[in-house]
């Protein structure tokens, strides 16, 4: 069974510019879950979605935003880019039930210049 | 809030050592808790969940309650066992995983 992937795996974009990144999950999957990983603070959840509705939310800027389609397929928008947005984005997919596991996919590497 | 805390960044050992990854919580309720692990070039992926209470490559950690910790132990490590690994909490049904920093295991020949 194909695992979750993301697109695109390297991103590079200026301050101020915005940004989406894409992420598939596995077939059956409805859950999909967003994370930033960077040095000094590890792994951060961004937020969930399950069947097109965000249902929990990290503590992040309105600048961080996401939506999830029909098919499961999520997307992540990061508007006026900051140097500190400079990370790896991780997308994880689930059943969504309650003790799910969830599976990652490999990442999107975002620098802003 | 939830919170997960990895003390240690680095440990490194010689194969054959035993490995403790301490990992503490705190959380007022009853928690979920998981250990995952990334080794070079690949992708994060569970390691062992504390509700399954098995071990994995070697692997334990055992929920406890009165000191909120949840501790990964091998009694021998090896080289394939050096990665980066972390901790993480589920608060309850559906929320979201808590991840501690995590720590990198090198384990020398």
């Known amino acids: 069974k194909a695992g979750v992937t993301q697109t695109p795996r390297y991103l590079i974009k200026t301050r101020g510019q915005q940004v989406t990144l894409s992420c598939s999950p596995i077939s059956g999957h409805r859950s999909v879950s967003w994370y930033q990983q960077t040095p000094g603070q590890g792994l951060q959840f961004l937020f969930e979605y399950f069947s097109e509705t965000q249902r929990n939310k990290g503590n992040f800027p309105g600048r961080f935003s996401g939506r999830q389609f029909s098919n499961s397929r999520s997307e992540m928008n990061v508007s006026t880019l900051e140097l500190g947005d400079s990370a790896l984005y991780l997308c994880?997919?689930?059943?969504?039930?309650?003790?799910?596991?969830?599976?990652f996919g490999p990442g999107t590497r975002l620098t802003v210049l | 809030a939830q919170r997960v805390t990895q003390p240690e960044k680095l440990l490194s050992v010689f194969k054959g050592a035993p490995v403790e990854l301490k990992c503490n919580y705190s959380?007022?309720?009853?928690?979920?808790l998981f250990w995952y692990v990334q080794y070079s070039r690949q992708r994060l992926q569970l390691l062992l969940r504390?509700?399954s209470r098995e071990s994995i490559k070697g692997f334990t950690a055992d929920l406890n309650k009165g000191e909120t910790s949840f501790h990964l132990k091998k009694p021998f490590a090896q080289e394939e066992d050096s990665a980066m690994y972390y901790c993480?909490?589920?608060?309850?049904?559906?929320?979201?995983?808590?991840f501690g920093k995590g720590i990198t295991l090198s384990v020398r020949p």
């Open positions: 959380y007022s309720g009853s928690p979920e």
């Open positions: 504390h509700i």
């Open positions: 994880a997919s689930s059943f969504g039930g309650a003790s799910d596991t969830q599976y």
């Open positions: 993480a909490l589920r608060a309850g049904a559906n929320s979201k995983l808590t």
